[in-house]
């Protein structure tokens, strides 16, 4: 690297002052042989709390360790060369806070460069290189082991992948290019479309292995050693064997492989996204191109697939939800009490036995590990209740996602009454029965009549007031509303409503149990269907209304494909249930009127039983059943799809606006946190506010953007 190009890099530096640096600590270690390798070991100087990451300084530092081994390798006075990580990471990847400050296509184009310079090091070093994966080995993180001339890992290595298309990028430092060679061209698309669409999925060191990604595997506890002896057996000739790997190259039987598992991932992308993000499809062209061409010549692309990716909204709306939202605000849920203000658990009461009880229980004996009782109005109900707890427990077992022991000790926490007496010495009553006033009252009453003073009580309703349920009881100040969403384990969203008399002990008891759940929590004000069903039924009612209004349900159905939603909106009515969602605009409708506009024909639905719009047609597609259709009724004003999207967008902004003014979250920040955790609303779209900014909603509707930035 000429003198000029590390200036270049520098100022690169620069421009990341705060960056955590990972440093290249180097030993030389004595092998058995007589063969010495250099053994640099990556480390922030933290404990397992901060992850290592790799920003511009991290980069620069090991380019000038790597080339200082470079001219020892060439001297004779080094066999090898290992790279390893502090314990539980190798790397965790590029470091996005450093990144998402490189504004402009220059900086962008060097650090894509720059970590090339490092790599090329590590594949062309003039002596075997090795990775050592200990542990996490993330995009960045994996593409210095792929770099490297062999690779063993650890049966304790978690979070092993290439998540770039996730994040808005691509594999940009040899990742796309050398992977598939490794593993075969359909593990890699697995590893760099299927996993990151996935819900940001990653693979472990036994995975990793089987798939051809490294080439031995070791237990943790001696992992370091028992993978300098594997180094020093490759040094004296020891063969390695590498059943997956191929090369495309001249070989017209792999190049079909590889244009068909490209051409499947293209599908699945579609599918996933209806190709709204620029990611995926560049991560997949890049592949696919490849297949014919050297590392150098796809090195150019990458780079300039990266430059031009780190310019997009849609990586900067990535880093907004997955930084500044997963990892910080979630963190720091605004508006919490002190933590020091809650109160010990050690005994849960739910109420009710039916399916949403239940997965709740499940939950708190799980995570918790303290008692918890249920209870229902007759003896079989609570019997049907607990033995679908066992149910679900066993079926952990069978997968061996818990052992026999805790799958016994979770069984014997759950137990069942008839009685709300079962409540005496519970410290945390939920209830969660029929979605009705007058019953979840009748039921706040009764377990008030029974619990300790201190007891906090709380509700898992998804649309009723809890100010109204707590309005007659002796002590409404330990009411709090506790909305979990459905499936209750995979959900992380927790939307914790605080009323006019909740109190700080009963609120940061909520927050501490969140936490304890695994949850991300946020605070709401006890407005109706709080945040995310009030936002998702204000974009469901916008296309129930066309579709009612004689807008072609394929049309209706399809018109915000744009936003690429992980399902259409006839999609997500058919799962939350048309009497659900009913139920919940029934209650909107009560609180704010026309803008959530009850619809007749989901009404009829409901009355014939006819649980989704659509039917599958024998042939593969969908369509609406004539017997459907000839029982609703329809007006004369339809919409196109383009009309369609953009009053969805303005209906959207207009919703959220007043969710501001009314102070239902402390700023747009939660409204993304609860769209991404309880909705799933694409990360690409860094929740929703910024993607309402960036098509003109916010300004067309409410006069300014919700991000002033």
């Given at each position: 690297m000429?003198q000029?190009t590390i200036?270049h890099?520098?100022?690169?530096a620069?421009?990341v ?7 290249a600590l180097?030993?030389d270690v004595?092998?058995p ?7 640099l070991?990556?480390d922030?100087?933290y404990d397992?709390t901060?992850?290592?990451t790799?920003g ?5 530092e090991?380019?000038?360790?790597l080339?200082?081994?470079?001219a020892r390798a060439?001297?004779?006075e080094i066999d090898?060369?290992g790279v390893?990580g502090k314990p539980?990471?190798?790397v965790?990847?590029?470091?996005l806070?450093g ?9 962008g ?6 970590g090339?310079a490092?790599?090329?090091l ?11 994966i200990?542990g996490v ?10 770099a490297c001339?062999?690779r063993?890992?650890s049966t304790?290595a978690n ?5 770039e ?9 040899g990742?796309?290019?050398r992977?598939?060679?490794l ?5 890699a698309m697995?590893?760099m479309?299927?996993?990151p669409?996935n ?5 472990n060191g036994?995975t990793a292995h089987?798939m ?9 506890a001696?992992?370091?050693e ?9 040094l004296?000739g020891?063969?390695?064997?590498r059943?997956n790997a191929?090369?495309p190259n001249?070989n017209d ?7 068909a ?5 293209r599908?699945?992308v579609e599918a996933k996204?209806?190709?709204?993000t620029p990611a995926p499809a560049?991560?997949i062209?890049?592949?696919e191109a490849?297949a014919?061409i050297t590392?150098?010549e796809?090195a150019?692309l990458?780079?300039a697939?990266l430059?031009?990716l780190?310019?997009t909204?849609?990586?900067h709306?990535t880093?907004y939800a ?7 605000r979630?963190?720091r849920?605004?508006?919490?009490p002190?933590?020091?203000l809650a109160?010990p658990?050690t005994?849960v ?9 239940g997965?709740?229980a499940?939950l708190?004996?799980r995570?918790l590990?303290v008692?918890v ?5 007759d003896a ?7 033995a679908?707890?066992?149910s679900?427990v066993?079926k ?6 818990i052992?026999?022991d805790?799958?016994?000790r979770t069984?014997a ?15 945390f009553?939920i209830?969660?029965v029929f979605?009705e006033?007058a019953v ?7 377990v ?5 003073p201190?007891?906090i009580?709380?509700t898992?309703t ?10 007659d009881?002796l002590?409404?100040e330990?009411?709090?509303g ?7 384990a995979?959900m ?5 409503a ?10 940061a008891?909520a927050?501490?149990l969140?936490k ?6 946020v605070l709401?004000?006890?407005?109706a269907?709080f945040v995310v069903?009030?936002i998702l ?7 129930a209304?066309a ?6 349900a394929s ?5 915000l494909?744009?936003?690429g939603?992980p399902m259409?909106p006839f ?5 939350v249930g048309?009497p ?6 029934e209650?909107l409708?009560a ?9 007749g024909?989901?009404q009829v ?8 719009l659509w039917a599958?047609?024998g ?10 259709l000839?029982?609703l009724?329809?007006g004369?004003?339809?919409s196109?799809?383009?009309e369609l999207?953009v009053?969805?967008?303005d209906?959207?902004?207009q919703?959220i606006?007043?969710?501001?003014a009314q102070?239902v979250?402390?700023?747009p920040e939660d409204?993304?946190?609860c ?10 779209l860094?929740?929703?506010t910024?993607?309402?900014?960036q098509v003109?909603a ?7 953007k919700?991000?002033?930035?």
């Open positions: 000429s000029s200036e890099f520098a100022s690169l620069a421009l002052p705060d960056e955590l640096t990972t440093h180097l030993q004595a092998l042989g007589g063969k010495k390798l250099a053994l070991t990556l922030n100087g397992h901060k992850p290592t790799l511009p300084n991290s980069m620069i090991l380019h000038g360790v080339t200082e081994q470079r060439a001297a004779g090898a060369l390893t539980y990471f190798l965790a990847g590029a470091d806070n990144v998402k400050n490189l504004a402009s296509l220059e900086h184009a060097a650090m894509a460069t720059l090339h490092c790599y090329d590590l594949a062309d070093l003039g002596v075997p290189t090795f990775a050592f200990n080995a993330l995009g960045g993180g994996l593409e210095i082991a792929l001339s062999y063993t890992v304790g979070g092993i992948g290439l998540p298309a996730f994040i808005g990028l691509i594999p940009g430092w990742g796309v290019y992977l598939p060679r593993t075969g061209p359909e593990a697995t590893v479309i299927e996993n669409l819900n940001n999925r990653s693979i036994i089987k051809g990604i490294a080439d031995a595997i070791f237990e943790p001696d992992f370091l028992q993978s300098l002896l594997w180094a020093a057996r490759v004296g020891a063969e390695v064997p059943p191929v090369e001249g039987e792999v190049t079909k492989r590889w244009m598992a490209a051409a499947k991932a599908a699945f996204t209806s190709n709204a560049k991560t062209e890049v592949f490849g014919s590392q150098k796809s150019a990458e780079i697939a430059t031009g780190m310019q909204d849609a990586f709306n880093v997955f930084l500044d939202l997963a990892q910080k979630a963190k849920p605004a508006g919490a002190d933590r020091k109160l658990v005994k009461g739910v109420v009710g036995a039916g399916l949403m009880a997965q709740l499940l708190f004996a995570n590990k008692p009782v249920i209870t229902d109005i079989a109900r609570v019997e049907k209740g607990l679908y707890i066992h679900e066993d952990q077992l069978a997968k061996g996602r052992s026999p805790a799958a016994n069984k926490l759950v137990t069942g009454s008839v009685s709300k007496q079962a409540f005496a010495d519970a410290d009553v209830e969660a979605e006033l979840k009252k009748q039921v706040f009453a009764e008030e009549a029974v619990v300790s201190e007891c009580l709380a898992n998804s649309s009723l007031s809890v100010t109204e349920m707590g309005r009881l002590h409404p330990r009411l709090v506790f909305h979990f969403f459905n499936p209750v995979q992380p969203l927790l939307e914790i605080r009323t006019e008399w909740t109190n700080d002990t009963a609120l008891t927050f501490a969140g304890a759940l695994r949850k991300t929590s709401v004000a006890d407005e269907a069903n009030r039924l204000r974009l469901m009612g916008e296309i209304n579709f009612d209004d004689g807008t072609e049309v209706a159905d399809g018109a494909r744009p936003m939603l259409s999609t997500l009515l058919a799962m048309i659900v969602a009913h139920h919940v605009s209650s409708h609180a704010f009127g026309e803008r959530f506009r009850v619809s024909n989901q639905l409901i009355s014939n039983g006819i649980k989704s599958p047609t042939d593969g597609g969908m369509e609406i059943p004539a017997s459907t000839g029982l009724e329809f004369n004003t339809p196109t799809s383009g999207l009053r969805t967008q209906a959207l902004a919703e606006g007043l969710m501001l102070g979250v402390a700023g409204i993304d946190l769209m991404v955790m309880g909705a799933g609303w694409p990360m690409h860094g929740g929703i910024p993607y309402l900014d003109g916010s300004e067309r509707v409410n006069g300014k919700f991000h002033q930035h």
